[in-house]
Structure formats: structure tokens, C-alpha cells
């Protein structure tokens, strides 16, 4: 298939060090006596001694910190955000830290300039305009690729229910890639975080949308990982960790395009009902994906292959369950407390709609015959 459309518009920095750079580009992005709204963790800027870099370089602007994010940000803690960035009066968005932070941030500099809350876009009461707040995207993991996408997943872990909000204006500006950042990844978000991106890669390779420009992405993405991914979280080597930050972005500007599907659809339901994180949830199944999609994927297996410096199908999916193993991760659902009947409830929170993209078409038994196998 030729590219018929391509669009990514976010303005990639990638480089060690380039936090520094972080005050210069908000000028560009709202002038030198900015007002900004930084969104982050709890305590992640201060653990790593970064907020007050990021005051330093940015002493020209009124800074006003949000650091209330948690994991799987939910509905109601975005609405705060809005409406803290309301009252603020923010110029320009600023995020620093994991996808969380970044997906958070993305729907407040979204939703600010308009009227209303979350709910309000979710139910289609209102229809989102293009008009957003500039937004610099500083991630400080490698994997969710936020920095360079324009989808936002929020999390109801009560109810439970996942929402997404998307739209081609919800690209951050610009995406500030410092790997360094990425050296202050304990291992196993290292090895999560990183697994995210790289059955991203797979999935939007094996994708039905699939073209050169993604494919040659995504073989890259995948080499890289299959180089770095181990050592990264194995032994927090800088060039390991620098490789897998820039295979992260790259993955995301891939699936900006051209999205995941299978892998992600049947991970919903794993970080909903039993608080799997994000990364893990969607890797445990690449394995069997993979193998229920050889037969239609021939005419992609030999640079797949070559990706993975494996001679055999067999052996990348053996090498890929070793790389799991090595990294911490999970690939079964041993010690979950998972049966027939709690698998027969996550078939009610898959996102259906996205399987439509996997070249083998799954149905409601196909996808849990895919579970059964991790019991």
C-alpha cells in the first residue's frame, strides 16, 4: 500500500541535556513572561532534585506546579487540573514525567480554552474545538510515546471504565526527549514502560493500515529494542537507556499514524479489574498474538526477522518470551488469582472496535482462547 496521508506536527528535541532548553522553548511557544502550568507526579521533581532546575531555566515565567498526578489518571483529577489551570491563567502547558502526567496534561491543554469538563466530551454534549493551549511534552520514561501522539486515555478504576479523548489538534507542540531523564526509571518501569512501546512497534507493523514509512519506523523501534531493552533494565547502562528513549519516541510517531490495536484492546481490561500496569498488561499476549498472525504476515517475516536477529519465526517469539522473562515481566497470569470466569468477565472491557486493525480477525472465543492459554 503507498502513504496516502501522513501528519505528525510535534517538533522533536532529542538529545542529553536538552532539559535545558526547556525555558527557551517556552518562550518561543508563549513569550518571555509566560505563565505555566507544570504537570507532574506527586513527588518525582523533587526526588530527582529536577524542580528546581526547571525553575532555573525557566526564571523568566510564573511557574505553577500540579503535582498531584497518580497512575491511570481518572476523570475527576483531570477536571481539577482544568479548572486549577483555569484560575491560573496559563499561557502554556508544561508536562514532566510518564505517560500519566503527559496524557494528563494533553486534555487540560486541550480543554482549558473551551468550556466545560471531561464529562461534558464524553457523553457528546460538546464538540471539542482545534483551539489548544501550546503543550511541551518532557518524558521522563520510555514507553508510552505520549510525547509525540494525540491520544489520552483516563481511567474511572471505580466504575470500572476507560475513556480516550483524540483529535489531530491534541498533538503536543513540541516533545523535549532528554534521555538522561530516563536514568532516573527504577528497572521495572524501565522494563513496563519499554514493553508499552515495543508491542506498540509490533502491532502498528502487523496493523492492516500498515505502509513503508511505518514499517521501516517500526523494524527500527524494534531492533532497538531488541538490543536495549534488556541491558536497560538489567543494568541501567546510559546508552541502553538513551537507545530505548529514542526507540519510545519513535514508536510513538509510528503509531501516531498508524495505531496499535490487538495487544492493547486485550490489555483494557488487565490494568482495569486488576490493576495491571499499562506496559505489562499489553505485552503478556504479543507472544500469542504474534504466532496466531504468522500465516498472515509472510510478506513482513523476513525483515521482522532481521529486526530481531533471528533466523526463524519460532525463535523471535521464543526470544521475545526469554527477553520478557529477563526484564521482570510478566507472561501468564500465574499468581492472579485469574480463572475461566474472571476471563469471561474481561471480554465485557475490550475495546472491540480495535481489533478491527489485526489482520487476523478475533471473536469473542478467539480472544479468550488467547487468555485461557495464559492461565
Request: glycine share 6%; aromatic share 8%.
Amino acid at each position: 500500500m503507498l502513504v496516502s496521508t501522513w501528519y505528525n506536527p510535534t517538533k522533536i528535541y532529542f538529545g542529553s541535556g536538552n532539559l535545558a532548553l526547556i525555558g527557551s522553548l517556552i518562550e518561543e511557544q508563549a513569550g518571555k513572561d509566560a505563565t505555566v502550568f507544570l504537570v507532574t507526579g506527586k513527588t518525582f521533581l523533587r526526588q530527582h532534585g529536577l524542580l528546581e532546575k526547571i525553575l532555573q531555566y525557566c526564571s523568566s515565567t510564573t511557574v505553577h506546579l500540579f503535582d498531584k498526578v497518580v497512575p491511570f489518571p481518572s476523570p475527576a483529577l483531570v477536571d481539577q487540573a482544568i479548572e486549577e489551570c483555569r484560575k491560573s491563567r496559563a499561557d502554556v502547558i508544561v508536562a514532566v514525567g510518564g505517560g500519566s502526567a503527559l496524557d494528563l496534561a494533553k486534555v487540560v491543554a486541550t480543554l482549558v480554552p473551551q468550556k466545560g469538563f471531561t464529562g461534558d466530551y464524553f457523553t457528546g454534549k460538546k464538540t471539542m474545538l482545534p483551539e489548544t493551549l501550546p503543550f511541551i511534552a518532557v518524558p521522563t520514561t520510555s514507553g508510552s510515546s505520549s510525547e509525540v501522539t494525540p491520544f489520552a486515555p483516563l481511567w474511572d478504576m471505580e466504575t470500572p471504565q476507560k475513556f480516550a479523548i483524540t483529535g489531530p489538534h491534541m498533538f503536543p507542540a513540541i516533545a523535549l526527549v532528554d534521555p538522561d531523564l530516563a536514568l532516573t526509571m527504577p528497572k521495572e518501569l524501565a522494563a513496563a514502560t519499554g514493553m508499552d512501546a515495543f508491542t506498540s512497534a509490533f502491532e502498528s507493523y502487523w496493523s492492516t493500515d500498515s505502509h513503508p514509512v511505518s514499517e521501516g519506523i517500526n523494524l527500527e523501534v524494534i531492533r532497538l529494542f531488541r538490543d536495549n531493552l534488556v541491558k536497560s533494565c538489567s543494568t541501567d547502562e546510559v546508552l541502553a537507556r538513551s537507545n530505548c528513549a529514542y526507540a519510545a519516541t519513535m514508536s510513538g510517531v509510528a503509531y501516531s499514524n498508524v495505531r496499535p490495536n490487538v495487544c492493547h484492546a486485550l490489555g483494557v481490561p488487565l490494568s482495569l479489574l486488576f490493576g495491571m500496569d499499562h506496559g505489562e498488561s499489553v505485552g503478556i499476549t504479543l507472544p500469542l498474538i504474534l504466532k496466531a498472525c504468522e500465516q498472515q504476515l509472510m510478506d513482513k517475516i523476513s525483515p521482522l526477522l532481521q529486526a530481531f536477529s533471528v533466523e526463524t519465526f519460532d525463535e523471535l517469539v521464543e526470544t521475545l518470551v526469554l527477553m520478557m522473562k529477563q526484564c521482570g515481566l510478566k507472561t501468564n497470569f500465574n499468581g492472579m488469582g485469574m480463572d475461566e470466569r474472571a476471563i469471561d468477565r474481561m471480554l465485557d472491557y475490550i475495546e472491540w472496535e480495535r481489533l478491527a486493525r489485526c489482520p487476523v480477525m478475533f471473536d469473542r472465543q478467539g480472544v479468550k482462547d488467547i487468555y485461557l492459554q495464559l492461565l
